[in-house]
């Protein structure tokens, strides 16, 4: 199944209140992401362990769920970081960013006319890419890639991407 293409739906809505003043995109939520109903759902994504440690705070814990969620939201708004992902739906073949295709974008805007974004930084290539092709000609802001905190990024031990995200 994770070699078929399937039509999916994002699922998670943005993170994000009138403190927000940065925002973080990733690109479409993985299959474990997916599964444990929130972003950057793989335990080995290093996402949490960068965000907690450029903000100065304890690594949200991964269980019980709900819990989980409820802290990785308020490590976030507290930080003033607003997170979502480029894509609302697409097609995709398990987890592959580079299988993404007939892609519809969130409406960032939504985001945008709501808090006072003074940045947008892409979680890695793929939510730079889609972003620039399908969100920047509308919403005309700018983005800056940082390294992927994905487990498919080994280049970059933890040490070096919590420099880059600082």
């Not at 708004?77 to 987890?95: F, M, N, Q, R």
Request: with cysteine; charged share 20%; hydrophobic share 45%.
């Amino acid at each position: 199944m994770a070699n078929e293409y399937r039509h999916i739906p994002h699922g998670f809505d943005p993170v994000f209140d009138g403190r927000s003043r940065v925002l973080v995109l990733g690109s479409f939520p993985s299959v474990l992401s997916r599964e444990n109903r929130f972003y950057y759902g793989n335990p080995r994504n290093r996402f949490w362990t960068v965000a907690a440690a450029v903000l100065g705070a304890p690594v949200p814990p991964n269980e019980p769920i709900e819990a989980s969620i409820a802290a990785k939201k308020a490590l976030l708004l507290e930080g003033g970081i607003a997170l979502w992902d480029v894509v609302a739906s697409c097609d995709i073949k398990g987890s592959s960013d580079a299988s993404i295709r007939n892609v519809r974008a969130n409406d960032i805007g939504r985001i945008l006319s709501a808090a006072p974004i003074e940045a947008v930084f892409a979680n890695g290539r793929a939510a730079e890419k889609l972003y620039r092709a399908h969100v920047e000609p509308a919403t005309g802001m700018p983005i800056r890639c940082l390294p992927s905190t994905s487990p498919a990024n080994a280049a970059w031990s933890p040490a070096r991407l919590q420099a880059a995200w600082g």
